[in-house]
Nanobody, 118 residues
Framework: QVQLVESGGGLVQAGGSLRLSCAAS????????MGWYRQAPGKQRELVAS???????NYADSVKGRFTISRDNAKNTVYLQMNSLKPEDTAVYVC????????????WGQGTQVTVSS
């Protein structure tokens, strides 16, 4: 069984920083793309950032210049460094990963709450 476990969420004041981590564990052969999504109350889930196996990154316009996604392939972990946080960044942040075990499948974590106070 493959699991994705997020950590690092919490409450922070506007302008502050948080670093999210998402570690994949289980019978993993390899991992392709990894990403972070978020969902605020009453809103649809949206892509925040993604990173390919080779390190190519993609960001939502709303977080460009403030958030940085990275990965440690040796640890099967993806990170999201969030700086200059705004109240509108408040959401549940969920990671996902395209993982090959005996087949390729998209896995999701359970999510971690990020709350930014004004």
């Amino acid at each position: 069984q493959v699991q994705l476990v997020e950590s690092g969420g919490g409450l922070v004041q506007a302008g502050g920083s948080l670093r999210l981590s998402c570690a994949a564990s289980g019978s993993i052969f390899s991992i392709n793309a990894m990403g972070w999504y978020r969902q605020a109350p009453g809103k649809q889930r949206e892509l925040v950032a993604s990173i390919g196996s080779g390190g190519r990154t993609n960001y939502a316009d709303s977080v460009k210049g403030r958030f940085t996604i990275s990965r440690d392939n040796a640890k099967n972990t993806v990170y999201l460094q969030m700086n200059s946080l705004k109240p509108e960044d408040t959401a549940v942040y969920v990671c996902n990963a395209e993982i090959i075990t005996h087949a390729l499948r998209l896995y999701w974590g359970q999510g971690t709450q990020v709350t930014v106070s004004s």
